[in-house]
């Protein structure tokens, strides 16, 4: 009796698995290349622009800088895009011991000032931690969350929800679209949405999330304008891959690891889910299908980093997400109406009230 042989075929072509290993070569080179070389307590000085959010805390706030993080006093505050000049010891995991602040720029940039501006007219209105669910939902400002709410959304494996994500960007880029389709040609929409997703990251903070939400964004835009097919697929590799070949060091990052295994799972298991739980009626299922398929990427990752995993996080996330894209959008309204009048945007600030403190209630009580 012959036996035919059995006929495989590779996943990529010769061209395409020649490109990706150049890619991966490039991305290992850069990694290596840009690593800053410190020697264990040797007093250096670092500066540059602050492009992550400090965190607050009730005596001081951490900054990271130059790949190494330092806990400085928490007067005067440092902001996301301002200039500073700190110097200390090199210590071990990153850390910076005795940080002095040398000097420290305000910074002037008009997306920066405009920043400070929303979050500071939700302050004054809001009480806490309504003001800072709200920010940090619809622009990513974390400092100021208080540290109990802090720690209750880590406990409930929803502190994910309260920083701007991908979900954000694609919820800005589909306002865009909805909104320009009605006035000019598509085309032209698709190229104001483009400006509009870059801006809104700018403002938002490049953090790695949202930089891989717009690219992936850009893409999908992009082939539309051009009458290409779009691939989710190639799209998440190719981000990841321009992110790591321009910011080598997150590829260490925990945000770019959680959002690209995140976005891969709801790729690869939500469709699945949805239809295995049709029984439950939307939107709580809709939710838990995106909370329980992103979990299955994430959670390891969350457990070896941690040491803790919350088992009821997807029923919470469940109870709480469809919370976030109404926060979003009548947040992000009620921002732009403050930067025409601070008495235009009190209707949206008032209107986002009552969802805030559904998503709070929910958290401290599983917490």
Do not use: C
């Not at 598509?186 to 997703?197: D, P, Q, T």
């Not at 009230?353 to 559904?358: D, E, G, K, N, R």
């Amino acid at each position: 009796m012959s036996t035919k042989p059995i006929k495989t075929s590779f996943p990529f072509t010769e061209s395409q698995f020649f490109f990706w290993t150049l890619i991966i070569f490039i991305i290992i080179f850069r990694f290596y290349q840009t690593q800053p070389t410190y020697h264990l307590t040797n007093i250096i000085r670092i500066s540059g622009y602050v492009r992550s959010e400090p965190i607050r805390y009730d005596t001081a706030q951490s900054v990271k800088l130059a790949g190494l993080k330092a806990y400085l006093p928490r007067y005067p505050e440092i902001d996301y895009g301002d200039f500073i000049v700190i110097e200390g010891a090199v210590g071990e995991k990153g850390k910076l011991l005795k940080p002095v602040l040398i000097n420290h720029q305000t910074s002037t940039n008009f997306l920066y000032q405009t920043r400070k501006q929303i979050i500071n007219e939700y302050r004054q209105i809001l009480p806490e931690p309504h003001s800072s669910l709200v920010v940090g939902v619809v622009l990513g400002a974390k400092s100021s969350i208080p540290e109990d709410f802090w720690q209750a959304l880590k406990k409930t494996g929803t502190a994910h929800v309260v920083v701007a994500s991908g979900m954000n960007v694609t919820l800005v880029a589909g306002f865009l679209m909805n909104f320009l389709v009605t006035i000019i040609n598509r085309k032209k929409a698709i190229i104001f949405a483009l400006l509009g997703i870059w801006l809104y990251t700018m403002l938002s903070g490049f953090d790695a999330p949202l930089v891989r939400a717009a690219i992936m964004g850009s893409i999908a835009f992009s082939a539309q304008g051009l009458g290409k097919l779009y691939s989710a697929w190639r799209a998440l590799f190719l981000s990841a891959a321009l992110m790591l070949i321009f910011t080598p060091s997150w590829l260490t990052d925990l945000g770019f690891i959680l959002s690209f295994l995140a976005t891969a799972s709801l790729m690869l298991f939500e469709s699945k889910i949805n239809r295995l739980i049709s029984f439950i009626p939307n939107p709580f299922r809709e939710g838990l299908a995106t909370s329980l398929a992103a979990q299955i990427g994430v959670a390891p990752i969350l457990y070896l980093t941690f040491g803790q995993l919350s088992i009821l996080s997807p029923l919470i996330n469940a109870l709480i997400l469809w919370t976030i894209p109404l926060i979003t959008i009548i947040g992000g309204v009620g921002a732009i109406a403050s930067l025409i009048h601070p008495v235009l945007s009190l209707p949206f600030i008032y209107a986002v009230y009552p969802l805030t403190s559904w998503f709070i209630f929910v958290v401290e009580f599983f917490s």
